[in-house]
């Protein structure tokens, strides 16, 4: 007979302890990842012409089913609002959230999830009609402001505005697309929220000359994929996904070149990509789950560039996101 043990929870109350499968485990039975993620703020996560998701966030995704499952398309997207994108991580429906979610203390210690890095350091701004002149956010007392429910931006607002002294009235939406639609309707003066977001918003605008996003950045948005907590293989494998596109980046290793690199004679070059040592086993994958990631994904540059920075529509600045040695804070610890 199976013996089961019975665990406390509270006062009175007993349930069966059961023997939880990992999510790596879950995730290789079902031969699939599922990856929350925003259903449509170009740049980070948004279905194409082809109704296939592209961005930023969902090329994580795509490196950890490279890394998971040896192949980056194995990866479901599932898409959620602001609200919801939590409770489907808690609940399981997800196995990572990469969704342009903030890491905060409240996040990372009361919600029962983690996050394994930084993929965008980003910043709440402001974006208002250019025919309103304003130069500031200084100039914004009494403003109409837009923004979104569920997010981070509310108590930023809240703050920036009492520290200086200024009164503004709050306009909230459960979703981007109806805060971007009340701004372009003139429901509100200033739209507010990452400023990543704010540039993709702009590009959705009928005109985008009609609108200027504010050259000030009032909070720090560090924006990364997360996953449930009391899992360490999986957060060790989600972590060092992204690592490992930031350590190719640095070491020269691109979507183009990752075979020529397999020759290469530099240690850390060999590290990387399997050639010497094997640094997947302990996170239970393959000895090539790096090459898979660089080779199917691509380094941190590649993604950068294509979905956000100078190959995209975007053309954002590297900025913060440019690697510690390029003058910005990008930095993975080394694989060895």
Excluded: H
């Amino acid at each position: 007979m199976k013996t089961v043990r019975w665990l406390g929870v509270g006062i009175g109350v007993l349930v069966p302890a059961m023997a939880m499968a990992s999510t790596l485990e879950t995730v290789q039975e079902r031969d699939r990842v599922r990856c929350g993620v925003n259903a449509a703020q170009p740049g980070f996560s948004s279905l194409d012409d082809d109704d296939q998701y592209r961005g930023l966030d969902t090329d994580v995704c795509r490196a950890i089913a490279a890394a998971a499952l040896g192949d980056a398309t194995k990866v479901d997207f599932v898409p959620l609002d602001s609200v919801e994108r939590f409770t489907a991580l808690q609940s399981g429906e997800v196995d990572v959230l990469s969704r342009t979610t903030t890491w905060t203390s409240s996040r990372d210690t009361t919600m029962g999830m983690n996050f394994t890095g930084v993929s965008y350091y980003d910043g709440q701004a402001f974006m208002v009609a250019s025919d309103l002149g304003v130069q500031s956010a200084k100039e914004l007392d009494g403003a109409a402001v837009c923004t979104q429910s569920g997010t981070t931006s509310e108590l930023n607002l809240s703050d920036y505005f009492r520290i200086n002294g200024m009164t503004y009235d709050a306009v909230v939406f459960d979703a981007p697309e109806q805060s971007i639609a009340g701004f372009e309707a003139g429901r509100c003066d200033v739209l507010s929220s990452d400023a990543s977001q704010l540039y993709a918003q702009r590009m959705q605008l009928a005109d985008p000359d009609m609108a200027v996003v504010l050259p000030e950045i009032i909070s720090k948005e560090p924006l990364g994929p997360a996953v449930r907590q009391n899992d360490d293989q999986w957060f060790n494998l989600v972590k060092w996904s992204l690592f490992a596109m930031l350590n190719a980046e640095e070491l020269g290793i691109t979507q183009a070149n990752v075979d020529e690199q397999l020759n290469s004679e530099n240690p850390d070059v060999m590290r990387l990509l399997g050639q010497d040592g094997d640094f997947g086993e302990p996170m239970g994958i393959n000895t090539d789950w790096a090459y898979q990631i660089i080779k199917q994904v691509g380094n941190y540059a590649d993604i950068f560039d294509r979905n956000v920075g100078a190959d995209s529509d975007f053309k954002i600045a590297r900025g913060l996101n440019a690697l510690w040695k390029d003058g910005g804070i990008q930095y993975a610890p080394p694989i060895r």
